[in-house]
């Protein structure tokens, strides 16, 4: 859920940043040299780029570790849970935990 509204966020982002760097005509010398923001626009959109790459890492590096530690359960916790529906009594709790902690 979290992949399909970046993917749709992106190319908004992507065209609004292309949007402020201006016309590129011989005068202004392109991208970040003039087209009515000056210095301070190719700035901002030099700014507004590198958030979004940062903002991209940031997302890819939390959205693989979610799935790392959300799946997993530890096995001390799968131990107590088996014990509390009776699945398992406390003689075997206990020596599968003492198993556990070697």
Known sequence: MKIRNF???LPAVLSATTALAGPA????????WGGGF???GGGL????????????????VRWFSDKDSAGGSSALKILEERL???EIDEEEFARRKAALNT
């Open 84 to 86: 509390a529906r009776g």
């Open 25 to 32: 005509d011989d005068y202004t010398y392109g991208h970040m």
């Open 45 to 60: 959109v030099m700014l507004l780029f590198w958030g979004v790459i940062i903002a991209l890492i940031v997302l890819a």
């Open 7 to 9: 993917a749709i966020v």
């Open 38 to 40: 000056g210095l301070m």
